[in-house]
């Protein structure tokens, strides 16, 4: 990637596109300390949860032992691995969760019966205000953490349109 950075503002720019990109997409480790194991009800897990678009779920587990199988619901409901979209077993998978839609996990080597099968909902990134005002304004005033993490959102949307603007111009 050929970048010639010619200014502050750029510098500036890039450095708070790096930060921001870190600070907003959330790792949900799935079973937390636990992990990917049998005889844990990962529904009690995802219900803790909120996904959103561009958000990682991210599986640990002893490899050889164990896998995720992303399916259906049919396969999440019979524990059956026929026709999954993908699979892993790295023992510390890192998976995008890149659409607004259900996603289903289970271990594909019997282990599923034993409880190894997580769903979780993606919902769509709320949609950014219309001025840096706005942001600024929600910020103050919200004090649930799915507010606060929207906001953070179209401020990073701000920056974003901020920085493609400054490159433009130059
Ligand atoms: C897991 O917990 C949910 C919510 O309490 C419950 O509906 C479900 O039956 C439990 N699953 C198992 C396998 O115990
Ligand atoms: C839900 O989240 C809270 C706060 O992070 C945590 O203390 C609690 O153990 C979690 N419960 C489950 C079932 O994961
Ligand atoms: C899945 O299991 C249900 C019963 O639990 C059964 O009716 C259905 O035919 C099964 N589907 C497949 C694709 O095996
Ligand atoms: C899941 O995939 C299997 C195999 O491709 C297919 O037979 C089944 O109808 C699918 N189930 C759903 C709910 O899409
Ligand atoms: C696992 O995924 C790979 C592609 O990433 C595919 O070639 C392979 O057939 C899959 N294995 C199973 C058991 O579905």
């Given at each position: 990637m050929a970048v010639v950075v010619r200014g502050r503002w750029e510098v500036a720019c890039g450095v708070l596109l790096l930060l921001s990109a870190v600070a907003t997409a959330t790792d949900h480790i799935v079973?937390?300390?636990?992990?990917?194991?049998?005889?844990?009800?990962?529904t009690l897990w995802a219900n803790n949860h909120t996904f959103y678009v561009g958000d990682l779920i991210s599986f640990r587990y002893q490899r050889n032992q164990y896998n995720v199988f992303e399916v259906n619901q049919t396969g999440y409901d019979n524990c059956t691995t026929e026709g999954a979209v993908g699979n892993w077993s790295s023992g510390k998978d890192f998976i995008p969760l890149n659409k607004a839609k259900r996603y289903y996990f289970i271990c594909?080597?019997?282990?599923c019966f034993s409880g190894m099968k997580v769903s979780v909902l993606v919902h769509p990134l709320p949609s950014p205000p219309t001025s840096a005002n706005t942001a600024q304004h929600s910020t103050t005033k919200s004090a649930s953490p799915v507010l606060l993490k929207s906001s953070l959102r179209s401020l990073v949307l701000s920056f974003v349109l901020a920085c493609f603007g400054c490159v433009w111009i130059n």
């Open positions: 079973g937390a300390n636990r992990g990917w194991n049998p005889g844990i009800n990962y594909g080597n019997g282990q």
